[in-house]
């Protein structure tokens, strides 16, 4: 069993009447990367600013490492954070914004700020003043502050806002290697799935104020799915299916249906081809992420 690094308990937040999260509650386990993903307005901000400690005024619980935030103040930095645009000191160069939010943290070592800057591939530019930084460089420059004094959980607010509409692969293989390396836990939101869609573990939709549904990425490779088999002989698939217990279903002239799993699959279209079935097209049909989505978020939107 691993870890929970995170876990949130039915955190409601309200601005004057209006219900901004209504019970949300969740757990991120260490090594896991998790999405948040809803339209503007859903309420991501806010929950994200809650979990790093930076709006106090909320009902419900939130435990880090067991322990929960709202119990004083701890040594260590337990959350790393950015959220909105990472605010930095134009007229001092990325490496004395690092070490001046290193300082705010506690003890960290200048080999531990090159090996950061090192693996963000911040080299060229981090003696530079973050006055002359792209956003791309501004948002990587965030990551390592956020990194810095080994917290137990980055939150990532929208960090594609602004950039190119996907993580970098540099970004993206840094989050993936250090959650896993350090044990960490990550939530990174969005309101377009697909930009970070590609690194995330697990995928929490929120809409106005709630978690609406979660979505198991990793498992995806186990769910099943449909295959629709074009062939010259649809009796001799069909019985081919159905001695292995499959049910096939004949979907028009020359097409049968069958539901496998994609493991399933990869085994079984081998057979067929030894078998000397003549396979002319296979269709796989899969709701996307993506359309689970927008399927969920039409309708209500706040604003
Ligand atoms: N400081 C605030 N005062 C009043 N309402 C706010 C404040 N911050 C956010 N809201 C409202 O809370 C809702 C959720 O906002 P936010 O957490 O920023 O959503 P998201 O990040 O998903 O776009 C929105 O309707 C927003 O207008
Ligand atoms: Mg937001």
Redesign the pocket.
Known sequence: MQNKILEVRNVS?K??K?E??RNVSFVIYSGEIVG?V????????????IIAGLIRNYEGNIYIDGRNIKEGSVEKKQVGCVIESPGFYPNLTGYENLKFFSKIFGNVNDSEINEVVKLLGLEKVIYQKTVKYSMGTKQRLGIAQAVLGDPRLLVL??PTNGLDPNITPVVRNFLKDIVRKKSIGILI?S?VLSEIEAICDRVLF?RN?EVIEEVNLNQENKTSVSYIFETNSVEDLVKFFEARGIKAIIEGEGKIKVVITSEMFENLLPQIVQKGIIVKGIYKQKISLEERFIKKMEGKI??
């Open positions: 937040k601005y004057g209006k901004v999260l948040l809803g339209p503007n307005g859903a309420g991501k901000t806010t929950l994200m600013a607010d929208e939101s309101h929120i104020g706040i604003e």
